[in-house]
């Protein structure tokens, strides 16, 4: 579930439409979200709309995987 999400973040997207393409609940998302947060994978703005995008080392974590 984390690779599919930080494939999904290849390119910023706001965090409520990811919500809506998952189907997954805005809560359950910002969960997962701020896991790949912690480990450095994922970037987000500190603004509303809340926009997130996967970091070089989580680019290059998906090449690795193969995702």
Known sequence: ???ELLSLLREEKEVQRLSEEM???LSTLSKQISELE???LVTCSSTRPKKCKATEIGLILLEVCGV
Do not use: D
């Open 1 to 3: 579930a984390q690779l």
């Open 23 to 25: 189907g997954k609940t």
């Open 38 to 40: 912690e480990k450095g």
